[in-house]
Structure formats: C-alpha cells, structure tokens
C-alpha cells in the first residue's frame, strides 16, 4: 500500500504544481508588471472555486461511466491534461489581455476555467481513488501522505520556477511554465501507472444473476443515490442558524479563512512593488512561506492531545494576525527583513491554525450528523476563499485609486485582513464545545490532515 500512497501523492504533486506558476508567479506578473487590474486577476483566479460544485456530478459521472474498465483513471488524466494546459498557455493569456483586453478576457475566461475544470475533474476523482484502495482504516494516513507530498511539492516547485526566472521575460516565463508543465504531466503519469485495478467487463452470469456489465452499472447507480442524498444548503443553514455556538464558528471560520487566503492574490505583486523585488525573488516567497507551514503542521501533531484545541488554534490565530502587521510595518519602514519575518510568522501562523481548527470542526458536530456539520464548515471555507481574493483585489483597486498610491492599496487590504484576524481570535473566545454537544469521538491527526487535502 505504501507504493500506491507514493503514487497517489504523486498525483497530489503534479496537480497541485500546475496551481503555483498561475497562483503567485501570474499574478505578480499580471498585477505588477503588466499592470492589469487586481480586481480582474481576483476574478480569474476564483474560478475554480465557483465551478466546483460540479465535483459532485464528476464524481457520479465517473462512477456510472467507466472507461476501458477503468472508474478513475482516465478522468484523472484528462483533468490533469487540462490543468497543463492552462498553466501552459496562461502567460500568452496574461500578455493578450494586456494587448487586446476584450479577446485576452475570452480567452482568460476559458483558459482559467480549463485549469479550474481539469483541478475539480482530477481532484474530487484522485480523492475517490485514494479512498477505494485505503479503505476505511487507512484512508487518513493515505490522504496525510498525498498533503505532506504535495506541500513538500510546491515548495520545490517554487525553488526550481524561481531558479528559472533569473532573467524576467516573456519568452523565460513561457519557458518556465513549459518546465513546470512537463514535469507535473510527467509525476502524474507515474503516478497513474498500474495504480487502479482495472475491472475488466465480462458477460457471464455472475452469483446475482446479472453480468458484470450489469454489476458495475448497478454499483454506479447506487453510488450516485447516495451521492444525491448529500444534506441540502437548507439543511446546513438551518444546523447553522439553530445553535449559537454553531453561527460563532461559521463566521469565525469565514473571517479566518478570509483573511489568511485572501492574500495569496497580493502578496507577490505587492514584494514587487514595496521592495523591487525581482520575478525570481517573489516566486520564492511560496517556498519559504510553505517550509514555515510544513514545521508548524509537525508541531502541531506533535501538540496535539497534549494542549487545548482552543489554546492551539489562538496561538495560531495571533501568529498569523503578527505576521500580517509585519508585512504592513515592512510597507512602512521599507525593510525587506521585515517582510521576510512577516511572510515566516504567517506560514507558520497558518499551519498551526489550521490543524488546531480542524481538531475544533471535528468537535462541532453531532453523532449521526457529522457529514452535514463537515458539510458547513466546508462551505464556510468554500465561501471565504472567494470573499478573501475578491475583496483584495477589489478594495485594493478602491484603495489605489482613493489615495493614489499602489503602494498604500496593499497596505489597507493588509490592514482589513488583520482586523479580520483579530475578529476572529475575539470570537474563538466565545466558542464553547460543550455547549455545542456533551461529548465527542475525536478523529485522529491523520484524518485531520486528510480534511484539509479533501
């Protein structure tokens, strides 16, 4: 099982690969250099996020719907043939916008949403995968390995595109993006090798009477009953709204959300803009920010069942609200060491939060409706990622305009976020577990881990 782990990480790696370039290195270039507007770079890169309730339909599909014998595999493949190509032409895109924005907008529009359908096409397939081969037992430790791999993954990926892009220009970026295309195509094609077993039709009756053909089609159409009986956005509003507790750490959760990735869209362009940063020296703060991010979530396996969740997740909270105001105090004083101990301090932030929020989600929910709390939360952090990157590229644009300086555009969507920070560390006070529920089976820190993959 350990090989196939190693393949389905792999998997994890290359698609997760295709997002760094587009992510940080795109948006720097787009913002900074190419001076498009924040807002429209916030829009494309949300895309994805707004198409992926069609994971729920792709996975159905692909239960229904085997091809060559083969449930996953093939759509895996397909998705992530698409996230290369988005990657692969995104630079000629970002440089058409600026030439010609009304045809550079319509073809962003499918570029972006190419990426955004390969990542929910490949994704939501891989984590099936992942799921059917570990089985019940085993599905935490394998979704925990496929997360460390792929966070070990970006920051490798930002070193080798940071490495790549010594001297900026619009052929070396192309060039760059090509590498980093070829090599998550080619990871994810060593990670599919004889990695699903393939169920080869066969038309003899088998001990229920039916073919094989029959067998599977059956297996689908009651996959995707289930599948349909998924808790309804009603449902969860209704959980949500009807426990107090439960309303304080829905908002909490989009507040923290909100703010620790809304940067993401910012946080290169403003390097550039603050310090003059080069192209390579921006594309490497993914990489130092993911190393802090990967010793915090050792740290935190390390703390848990040994402190209190709540003291964790405050310590995690506080660590990434003082790396946002070193990064303002970095705008102010312009001291790039400053900067690079704000970029630490909220990596580090970060992984500690997460892992410590994840323990108080598992905690928030009620025997026999777990998948409709999980189900909540999730949709809280669906909705902050698109709150956090619409609202930095738009009141940053507001901002610049307003004060006439790009510079202080930043520096307020810093500020908004570390407000939302402290908010949220107010309102992490007032949540009481055992006023949610008396008593709680806590998963383990595998199945945490694997939470935030899925």
Known sequence: MLLKRIQLGLIHVAV???LVPINSTLNRVMIFDLEISKTLVSILAVLPYLISPIQVAIGSFSDRHPILGYRRTPYILMGLVLCVLGLVISPRIAYLIHDNFALGILAGLLAFGAWGMGFNLSAVC?????????????????IATMFFMMVIGLIATGIGLSRMLTTYSPETLSQAFNVVGASALTLGLLGLIKLEPRSTPIFAKTDSGITMDEEMRK????????????YTMKQMTSAITANPVAKTFFIYLLLLLAAILGQDVLLEPFGAQAFGMSIEATTRIVSISGVFTLIAFIIAGLLEGRLPKKAVAQTGNLGALVGFLFIILSGWVHSLNVFYIGIMLLGFGTGISTIANLSLMFDLTVPGKVGLYIGAWGFSNGMSRLTGLLLAGVVADVATQVTKSALSGYLI???????MLLSAAILLT?????????????????????????
């Open 16 to 18: 997760a690969m295709t």
């Open 430 to 454: 007032r949540i009481d577990v055992q006023a949610f529920r008396k008593k709680v089976e806590g998963p383990s820190f595998d199945d945490k881990v694997a939470l935030v993959a899925e």
């Open 219 to 230: 297996w689908g159409d009651e996959r995707g009953a289930a599948v349909s009986e998924s």
């Open 126 to 142: 891989y984590l099936s995968l992942a799921s059917e081969l570990s089985g019940e037992k085993e599905r935490g430790k394998t």
């Open 413 to 419: 969507v810093f500020g908004i976020e570390a407000l």
